[in-house]
């Protein structure tokens, strides 16, 4: 079946640190990977995606590479900051029913001045 | 302002009292989709739409009921609502992307309802 794995939290760092937050899945073929991130009091926002392998999805300076060998879609940034404090969630939707979306269960960054 | 609308926000109700939580989306989206968020779990999917009249389930259906009459409204009903289903909801619609061999989803969320069941 599918499924997500992330990186238990919460992660504190402290500002301008780098940023790692490990995502592995379990999927059939090869999925469409995301990173959602939610702000206190809000809905998901999309932060980025990657629809094939090698693909690399970036946005306000994260990054991740889909990287099928390893199975993983790991979130990065070279230098955090305070308003990054967030949950971050990694998800994928299959290939062969890209309705259908799986979440991982959250990990929780929290960013020191 | 395209979004994703959600009432109510916050909702306290019994066990067995019957409720609709109701999402609108002004983007013209074909699909939509519910979620449940429980600590530790993430999020998890209930049921979603691919358009009008056309609804299929996620991983957790149990208990909720759904309907798509309009493109633009996908209400989430609870006919005999348990405390179990105490959580965080979220509704989120979406077009479809074409990724060359497939597609893809890319959702836009709302902003929650937090629904206590005692």
């Known amino acids: 079946g599918n499924s997500v794995t992330q990186m238990e939290g919460p992660v504190t760092l402290s500002e301008e640190a780098f940023l790692t937050i490990n995502c592995t899945y379990t999927?059939?073929?090869?999925?469409?990977l995301f990173w959602y991130v939610q702000y206190p009091g809000e809905g998901l926002q999309l932060l980025l995606k990657?629809?094939?392998?090698?693909d690399k999805g970036s946005n306000k300076g994260f990054e991740a590479t889909y990287r099928k060998e390893t199975t993983s879609f790991h979130l990065e940034k070279g230098s955090v900051q305070v308003s990054d404090s967030a949950v971050y969630f990694c998800a994928l939707s299959s290939l062969y029913n890209f309705n259908k979306f799986y979440f991982g269960s959250g990990t929780k960054l929290n960013v020191k001045p | 302002e395209a979004q994703v609308t959600q009432n109510p926000r916050y909702l306290i109700t019994v066990t067995g009292k019957k409720l609709t939580v109701t999402c609108s989306q002004n983007m013209n989206h074909e699909y939509m989709s519910w979620y449940r968020q429980d600590p530790g779990l993430g999020l998890r999917q209930i049921y979603y739409?691919?358009?009008?009249?056309?609804?299929d389930k996620g991983d957790v259906p149990e208990g909720y009921k759904v309907s798509r009459k309009e493109k633009r409204n996908f209400p989430l009903i609870l006919e005999s609502p348990s405390p179990n289903q105490t959580s965080l909801y979220f509704c989120a619609s979406s077009l479809s992307k074409s990724k060359g061999q497939g597609f893809y989803n890319e959702q836009f969320f709302g902003p929650g309802t937090r629904l206590t069941v005692l």
């Open positions: 739409s691919m358009n009008v009249e056309v609804t």
């Open positions: 999927a059939t073929g090869y999925p469409s």
């Open positions: 990657a629809t094939k392998a090698d």
